[in-house]
Each structure stands twice: as structure tokens, then as C-alpha cells.
């Protein structure tokens, strides 16, 4: 220690190399090239109270905040790296993707939060599979994978106002006749609720994921992040953990990050849209048992879920009691 401190004095970047040396030299895999490579993922769904729960992770629980790109393609923040989902960055490897992060150590713990991670394939450039390839069979042991899950059809709405202008909800699912597979934009809006798709080929490419209802995070955000940070530590148990901060800091109630004034949803559907509606819903949230799955976990009703071989389908859908 005394070593360090001296050298803390004379030479700052020589401490940090150290740092980063010794912090290698334990096993942390996620050490990557003086990076610390996130070992949480929170992959969506879109709309689903993904920012706030990213933004009380960095203000109230010790998470450290990533490092926007600026080379000039698409979007990226602290929050959504937009690495795997980007034909101009996924390409350049993972050491391109560890720069947006910050420098490895003991509580330097970093998350990836971009939602398009959990879009349909044709629509992120195989996000999934590119992070399965690059991460590896070591580094998926250690990782978490997150989704908060929403109702489809209130996700659908709000993301209907949040990225278009000019046009009620009613009015465009009004003038769908019923085809809910439209155009584009539409065709996306829709297809992000359907689960089921997702969970399954997140499931293909990870084993395991952590299945959180939006609801039961919005009712008690303190006890759903507790539980999220303590899977994170047993996946990776001797990895990072988050700087320490005290318990009086963790709101009960999340933050209103990213969101937009809208109707609510019985005001804005007619009742013969609303049958139409239901029959979405439906198809949206159950899990199809072409990848079975078994519980592992329901803790607070935060589901563990891996797919497994062969077993029985003993999960079959989001609502949850």
C-alpha cells in the first residue's frame, strides 16, 4: 500500500497501469484491456422503465456510468452503449466496445443498458448473437442478463408517442384493420412486445435470464434492484461489485426517466380495438415450448430462467401472481 501511495505522488498513470495489472492478476475476466466490460446486461424490453432503473442504479446504488462514443454513427450515452446492435462498431471487436467503459477496478462495476439488444434480430444486426460470440463461454457464465417485461400493449403505446408525432395511438390501431404487421415503424412497435420470440433466442444464446415484471419494480424498486444486484454477485462471485452507498439513498419509488405525457390506455383504444388488443396481448406473453424452460428462481417474484435440453414447460407466461 505504501508503495502505491508513493507512486500516487510521482508518476499517477504508472499507478493506474499497476492498478489495472493487479486487478487483471485476480482473474477478473471482465477486465479487458484496462476496460471493465459490463457483467450486468440490462437488454430491455423498450419502454418498460429501462432508463429508470439504469438511472438509479448509477445515482443510488454505486454503479459507474459508461463513456458515450463520439465517432460520429448512432447514438450512444453513459447508459446505451449501442455497440452490438451497430453494423459501423460491432465490427471493430471487443476491445472498441470496452473503450465506452471506464478503467478496470475493484469497485468499478458497469452495466450495459441498450434496449434494441432485445429487439428482433432483423431489426438490431443479431445484437444477441454477436454478444454470445464476443463474450464467450467464460465470460456468459459470469454475466447477467435482465429484462423488465411490461404489458405489450401499454409498451406499444408508449412507444408510439415516443417516437412518433402527429397521431394518436387510437387512431393508428384503428386504421391497422386488425394487421398488426404493417410497415415498417408499425411492424417494430409491435413485434418488441411479442416475448415470447425474444425470451426464447435470449435463452438460446445465454441459458439464463433474469425476468423482471416492470410492475413489481415500480411497487418497490428498492427490494427489485436488491435482488438483481445480489443474482449479479452470485453469478460472478470474487467479480467487481458497486461502490458502497447507504440504504437510505435507495428509493422505494423509481424515478420518471425518458417517459412522455400520453392518455391512459382505456382512454385511448376503442372497445372494438381493444378486443384486438387482447388477442395481441395474449400471443405476446406466453412463451412458446419449442425452448423449454424450468424456474430456478422466483424470489420475489424476479424469475431466474434457463433453457434446458429437456425438462417440462413449468413457465408459461409474464403474469405473475
Request: glycine share 6%; aromatic share 10%; with cysteine.
Amino acid at each position: 500500500d505504501g508503495i502505491q501511495y508513493m507512486q500516487v505522488m510521482c508518476c499517477p498513470l504508472r499507478v493506474l497501469t499497476l492498478a489495472w495489472l493487479t486487478h487483471a492478476a485476480r482473474g477478473d475476466i471482465f477486465c479487458y484491456q484496462g476496460r471493465q466490460l459490463p457483467s450486468l446486461f440490462l437488454l430491455g424490453a423498450q419502454k418498460c422503465a429501462t432508463s429508470s432503473f439504469a438511472e438509479q442504479l448509477f445515482t443510488e446504488w454505486g454503479v459507474t456510468r459508461g463513456i458515450a462514443y463520439r465517432d460520429g454513427h448512432s447514438f450512444s450515452d453513459s447508459k446505451e452503449h449501442h455497440f452490438f446492435d451497430q453494423r459501423q462498431r460491432a465490427p471493430k471487436g471487443l476491445g472498441y466496445y470496452a473503450q465506452s467503459f471506464p478503467p478496470c477496478g475493484k469497485n468499478v462495476f458497469t452495466i450495459d443498458a441498450t434496449p434494441n439488444y432485445f429487439f428482433p434480430s432483423a431489426f438490431n444486426n443479431h445484437a444477441l448473437e454477436r454478444i454470445a460470440s464476443m463474450y464467450g463461454k467464460e465470460r456468459l457464465k459470469r454475466t447477467t442478463f435482465a429484462v423488465l417485461l411490461c404489458d405489450p400493449v401499454q409498451r406499444a403505446q408508449s412507444a408510439w408517442y415516443h417516437f412518433h408525432s402527429g397521431q394518436s395511438f387510437r387512431s393508428m390501431v384503428a386504421g391497422m384493420h386488425g394487421n398488426f404487421d404493417h410497415g415498417s415503424s408499425k411492424d417494430l412497435t409491435w413485434k418488441i412486445g411479442r416475448y415470447n420470440n425474444l425470451v426464447e433466442e435470449s435463452l438460446r444464446r445465454f441459458g439464463n435470464i433474469v425476468i423482471i415484471p416492470s410492475l413489481l419494480y415500480l411497487q418497490d424498486a428498492r427490494a427489485t434492484i436488491s435482488k438483481v444486484l445480489e443474482y449479479a454477485k452470485h453469478r460472478n462471485p470474487g467479480g467487481t461489485t458497486p461502490r458502497a452507498t447507504s440504504a437510505s439513498s435507495h428509493s422505494p419509488r423509481p424515478p420518471h426517466e425518458n417517459s412522455h405525457k400520453h392518455p391512459q390506455l382505456k382512454d385511448d383504444i376503442s372497445s372494438d380495438d381493444s378486443l384486438k388488443l387482447a388477442c395481441v396481448s395474449v400471443k405476446c406473453t406466453l412463451l412458446k415450448p419449442s425452448v423449454w424452460v424450468t424456474l430456478l428462481e422466483a424470489s420475489r417474484h424476479i424469475i431466474i430462467a434457463k433453457a434446458y435440453a429437456a425438462s417440462m414447460a413449468l413457465f408459461t407466461g409474464m403474469t405473475l401472481a
